[in-house]
C-alpha cells in the first residue's frame, strides 16, 4: 500500500538514493466482500458448510488474526455459481479431456482442483473452457504438505507448520487468477499504462480476466467434496492421486449440488512503484534495472519480503559506496513494484509507459522476488548472463558449507536432477516482474533465489515467525543472496565490456530446437529456424572469438572510466552489440491469440503459465493442429534469429 511505498522511498533516500520518487498507476484491482461454498443439497451425510479460514497457530501471534486478508483469488469473477462438483486433479487441459472422453459431463458443474502442475488461473481457464461454472482450487497435503517429505534434499521435519515447514490442513494458498500467458498488467489497459485518464476496455472484454467464479481452499475443506465424490465416476491413473488416505479420488460428480459464492468489489485503484536511480558517471544513457515486487498476499515474509529486504539493505550497500566517491559507470535503477501478485501490474504498467526510453536504454534486468526460503540456490536467465551467475556464484561463499555457493549449486543439482557438467539454469517463464522486460521488450533478464522446504506461500503462515524458524533462521542466505544480487549488479554497471555471451544464447537455441523436434514426435523439423540457429552460434562464436583478443587489451583497466578515449569507440560499439541484440527476437505480429507476447524464444507456457514455452508461437501453433501457421512462424523466428545474428557481422 501507500505506506509500504512512502517507507521505501524514505529508506531509497536516507541511504543516499537522492533521485528516488514514486510513480502511481491506476489499474484495475479486486477485493473481497463475501464469499461461501456448501453443498447443499442430496445426502445428508455430505453436505457441509466451508471455514474458508486458517486456523490460528499459537506460537505464531501474526497468525491469530485469520481474516487480516481473507481467502480469494485476485482477478477472480464475482458472482456465484450451483452445480455439482467434478474432481478434476490439477486441472490441466489433459485432465479435463480425460473426463470429457471417459463420458464424465462437465457442463454446468464446479471444477475442483489441486494446486500444482499448471498456474491456477490457467485451471480457472481449463475449466471455464471446458463448461464448468465455477471453480475450486485446493492445496493437497502431497503436494506442498508434509506427504513425502523425507530424506535428501529435504532439512527439516515432514510435519506441517507449526512442528514443520509444510502446508497445514487449514493452510490456504491465495493468489491471482488472471490468464497470464495470455497478458499482463492491468486487464483493462492492455498493452499500455493505466495512468488515471486512460481509455480502458470493459471488464468483460479483457481476454486476461475469469469468466466464472472462483475460490482458494485449505485441503480441510476439500475433504468433504472429496468424500461426496468418492466412488462415483471416473479415476486416473498417472498422477490422478493426491495424498489423502481418506478417499480414492474419484472424479463425481457429486450427487448433491453445491453453492459458489465470490462476491468482489472491483475497483480502479491506485497503486505505487517506487524508482531510485543511481546516474551512471560515464554511460548514463545504459541501465541497469533491479526490480522486487513489494505487495504480498498477507504477511508474506518469504514472498515477497525477503527479496524486499534484501534490496533495501543492497540499497543502503550503494548508498555506503556512493559516500566513497564512487559512482557506477551506467546506472543502475532501484525498482520496488506493487500489485504484481494481481499479475505483475505495477512493473508491466512501468514498463509499457517507459518503452521507448527502456528499448533504446536498458542492458539487462535483474529479478528477486521470494529471495529467500532455504538454502538451495536457484537461478533463471537468458542464456547471455549464464556465465555471469556461474562466475559470481563461484566467488561468494555458502554460509552452511564454507565452499562457494555454485558448488553448493551444482552438488545439489546433480543429486536431485542428475549429473551435469553445470547446474542449469532454468528459462524465464512468468510468475514474476521480468515478464514485461523480457517477454515485452526483449530485454536480458535474469531472477534468483535461495529456495528450501516451503509449505506456506501465499497462506496466512507465510510469516516472521516461520521464516525465522525454517527459512532461514539466521538470516545467513539473505546476506548471502545481497553479495551475489550486488556483485552481479556491479559486473554489469563497471565491466569495461558487459558480461554478457551471445554464443552461450546461441547455444541454447540449438538445444531448444532440437528437444522440440522430438517433443513433436515429426511433427516438426524446423530446417528453417534450425538453419538460422547455426548460422548465429558460427556469427556468435567468431564474435565472441574476437571479443577475447579485444578484452585482453582491456586487463589493465577496472573500470570503464579508466579506459583511453582511443579505445572508447570500438569498446562502446561492443556493447551496444551486447545488450542490444535481443531486440531482434521481438516480432511485431506478437504470439497468435495473445499478441502482448512478442518474443520469438520465449512466452510463458499457454497452458502451464510459469513455465517457459519455447519458440512459442510454433508450438502453439501445433498444438492447435495448424501446420500451416506453424510454418509460417518458423520462417518470422528464422528472420529473428537472423537478425540477431546480423548485430554481430
Known sequence: ?????????????????????????????????????????????????????EDPVEEDETSKDPDVVPTFHGYSKNGTARGKIVYANYGRVEDFQFLKDQGINLNGTIALMRYGGAFRGLKVRAAEVFGCIGALVYSDPIDDGPLNKEGYPFKHPAKAYPEGPWR????????????????????????????????????????TLA???????????????????????????????????????????TEGEAYLEN???????PIWDVIGVIEGSEQPDRVIVMGNHRDAWVYGAVDPSSGSATMLELARIFGELLKTGWRPARTIVFASWDAEEYGLVGSTEW????????????????????????????????????????????IVNDPQTNGSVYDSWSYTHNHTS?????????????????????????????????????????????????????????????????????????????????PIHPADYASALGD??????????????????????????????????????????????????EVPDGMLKDLIKVNDQLAFFERALLDPEGIQGRTWFKHVVYAPGLWTGYSSQVFPAIADALDTGNK??????????????????????
Open 263 to 269: 462476491i468482489v468489489d472491483n475497483k480502479i485503484t
Open 168 to 207: 497445514s490442513n487449514s493452510s490456504v494458498q491465495r493468489g491471482s487468477v488472471q490468464y497470464l500467458s495470455l497478458g499482463a498488467g492491468d486487464p483493462l489497459t492492455p498493452g499500455y499504462p493505466a495512468t488515471k485518464d486512460a481509455p480502458r476496455i470493459r471488464l468483460e472484454d479483457s481476454p
Open 351 to 394: 514498463v509499457e509507459e517507459h518503452k521507448h526510453f527502456l528499448s533504446e536504454n536498458c542492458v539487462v534486468y535483474i529479478n528477486v522476488d521470494t529471495a529467500v526460503s532455504g538454502p538451495n540456490f536457484q537461478a533463471g536467465a537468458t542464456p547471455s548472463l549464464n556465465q555471469l551467475l556461474y562466475d559470481v556464484t563461484s
Open 512 to 561: 531448444y530446437i532440437r528437444h522440440m523436434s522430438v517433443g513433436y514426435d515429426g511433427r516438426g523439423k524446423f530446417p528453417v529456424l534450425s538453419n538460422a540457429i547455426n548460422q548465429f552460434n558460427t556469427i556468435a562464436t567468431n564474435f565472441e572469438e574476437k571479443l577475447r583478443l579485444f578484452e585482453a587489451k582491456l586487463l589493465r583497466y577496472n573500470h570503464l572510466r
Open 211 to 253: 469468466k466464472i467464479p472462483s475460490l482458494p481452499l485449505s485441503y480441510q475443506d476439500a475433504l468433504p467434496i472429496l468424500k461426496a465424490t468418492q466412488g462415483l465416476g471416473v479415476r486416473g491413473e498417472k498422477d490422478w492421486n493426491g495424498g489423502s488416505e481418506e478417499v480414492d479420488y474419484y472424479s463425481g460428480p
Open 1 to 53: 500500500d501507500k505506506r509500504t511505498a512512502e517507507y521505501t522511498r524514505d529508506k531509497f533516500i536516507e541511504y543516499g538514493i537522492t533521485n528516488t520518487t514514486t510513480q502511481t498507476y491506476y489499474p484495475l484491482l479486486n477485493y473481497p466482500i463475501r464469499r461461501r461454498l456448501a453443498i447443499v443439497s442430496g445426502p445428508k451425510e455430505f453436505q457441509y458448510e466451508a471455514s474458508l479460514r
Open 418 to 498: 542428475g549429473p551435469a557438467a553445470r547446474p542449469a539454469i532454468s528459462p524465464l517463464g512468468s510468475g514474476s516482474d521480468f515478464v514485461p522486460f523480457l517477454d515485452h521488450l526483449g530485454i536480458a533478464s535474469l531472477q534468483i533465489s535461495f529456495e528450501g522446504d516451503y509449505g506456506t506461500y501465499h497462506s496466512n503462515y507465510d510469516s516472521f515467525h516461520w521464516i525465522s524458524k525454517f527459512g532461514d533462521p539466521e538470516f545467513h542466505y539473505h546476506e548471502t543472496l545481497c553479495k551475489i544480487w550486488g556483485i552481479v549488479a556491479l559486473r554489469l554497471a563497471d565491466s569495461p565490456i558487459l
Open 628 to 649: 500451416k501457421l506453424a510454418s509460417y512462424k518458423e520462417a518470422r523466428a528464422a528472420e529473428s534469429v537472423q537478425n540477431a545474428a546480423n548485430y554481430f557481422v
